[in-house]
């Protein structure tokens, strides 16, 4: 058996040669055996990273940070272990090799790092917080999952110059795995064997609900950092306006995108096209209407720009399985 993690990991903060956030999540993130965890300090924000060795060939780090002050990270990593991650936070913007092209991971989103040397640099911003669970799996005993992960094509070989590795959402099924790993009753010995059962059992529905089902999926799109700073923007407006909200050439010109890298990166990044999430904000805050407030279906239609009633429920009951009539 190999020694657990033989690559190495270093953080550091280009504006402050000196940072201690950095200095210590370096050494959690190369702690081998046990558990470590590094809380930040009160002056610097709230929140903590902690990693958990399971046995020889797994490892368990949860993050949840919330900065007073923005700080960028720069990280380097030689290791030979594929990471799977679970954001669970704020949206994150980072980038990886070095390169011009970013991207964002949103809430309730996963990816998987390949092993190997990797460089990548992230933006944390001040109020915002970033949560998850990253998960390590040694080769060692790992191979044959590795193997399927590569046949699926749920990796992207970001050596070979790609921007960015593949975003998959979090299912139902998924999440839930997540949560109770995050939530594990026991300690000591029990716990681990816990946990590393749970993440057996996520890595086979993860396989089998994002990637057996669902298939291949389309190249990225590349984006630059004002590319995701325009949809970030667009995202805003749509939150604000879902109920009479301004066309595609409208926002297009708005944000300096053009239409069709407008339609392509919302969806990119946001997990649908922009319609299809306008109808959705649309149909939350419906129900919201319906429910919490005993609002009308008349008045709660008119409220999220609807004007044709059947309309309104046909699309509600396509969400949500029911007529908004039994909500309210």
Known sequence: MKELYKGRYNTINPQDGACSICSEVTRIVNHRLGE???????????????????????????????????????????????????????????????????????????????????????????????????????PDRYASVLDCFQTADVIQDMKGGQPACKKHRITASVMELVRQILNCPYSGIPKNLYVEGKILEL????????????????????????????????????????????TIPELSKMVYINEYKLKAGFKEVYGKPIYSYVIDRRMEKAKQLLAGKGMKVKEAASMVGYTNISHFIETFRKKYGVSPGKIS
């Open 36 to 138: 470590a965890i590094y809380t930040l300090p009160e002056e610097c924000g709230t929140g903590y990273l902690k990693k958990n060795s399971v046995g020889q060939s797994t490892a368990v780090m949860v993050y949840d940070f919330l900065f007073q002050k923005g700080i960028t990270m720069k990280a380097t990593s030689e290791d030979d272990s594929l990471k799977m991650t679970f954001h669970l936070g704020d949206s994150f913007q980072w980038g990886v090799g070095g390169r011009q092209d970013h991207f964002i991971m949103e809430r309730d989103e996963s990816c998987i790092f390949p092993a190997g040397a990797i460089y990548c640099s992230g933006r944390y911003e001040p109020g915002l917080r970033y949560r998850g669970v990253s998960i390590k799996l040694h």
């Open 203 to 246: 890595i086979a529905v993860y396989l089998n609900e994002m990637v057996r089902e669902k298939g291949k999926g389309a190249p990225a799109i590349k984006l630059s950092r004002e590319d995701i700073k325009g949809l970030q923007r667009v995202k805003g407006l749509l939150d604000e306006c879902f109920a009479e909200p301004m």
